[in-house]
């Protein structure tokens, strides 16, 4: 059999073109994917289910954060959902909106079915916070990478989190 140069390359392209497939696959798995996201930014996807006697059947004042300033984090983190609710106005007059912080805020109704948020992300994501406002006592504020999709889990008396698991 003889071999010219093209079969060669043509072997070789193909080699290429598969070991780049193999990567691509790679980079869109689960964990490598929010990996991904922590270096390039993206997209959040936020799935919010709340129960028929959420708040003990009041509205649900909630505000996701994705923080950019590590000084303004560790200062979120000391706060309550109360303290956050009452000093956010500030807060966004004090940062800059993309630069220190950015916030989603909501309101829903017990027993509401919500559409899948999908949020932008950026890479510089210091870390990520959720304030619910609930009639009883409690923080109320649960802090989740910033890279990760989630679902919130809105209940009577708090509220919980998970994390997405992407097939």
């Not at 193909?14 to 997209?43: E, H």
């Not at 805020?105 to 609930?134: C, D, M, R, T």
Request: proline share 4%.
């Amino acid at each position: 059999m003889i071999m010219t140069k093209s079969s060669g390359f043509i072997k070789n392209h193909t080699t290429s073109l598969l070991l780049a497939l193999i990567v691509a696959g790679t980079l869109l798995s689960c964990g490598i994917g929010v990996r991904t996201r922590a270096i390039l930014g993206g997209k959040i996807h936020i799935t919010v289910n709340v129960t028929e006697k959420a708040n003990q059947n009041n509205p649900v004042a909630m505000d996701f954060l994705l923080v950019y300033d590590k000084n303004l984090l560790g200062e979120l983190l000391k706060m309550s959902s109360k303290d956050w609710f009452e000093k956010r106005e500030q807060i966004k007059l004090d940062y800059l909106e993309g630069e220190g912080v950015e916030c989603w805020s909501w309101e829903w109704v017990p027993g509401q079915k919500i559409p899948i948020q999908v949020l932008p992300l950026k890479a510089n994501a210091e870390g990520a916070l959720i304030f619910a406002e609930y009639l009883s006592p409690g923080a109320h504020r649960i802090r989740v990478q910033p890279f990760d999709d989630i679902v919130i889990h809105l209940l009577e008396k708090d509220f919980l989190v998970e994390i997405e698991k992407i097939n």
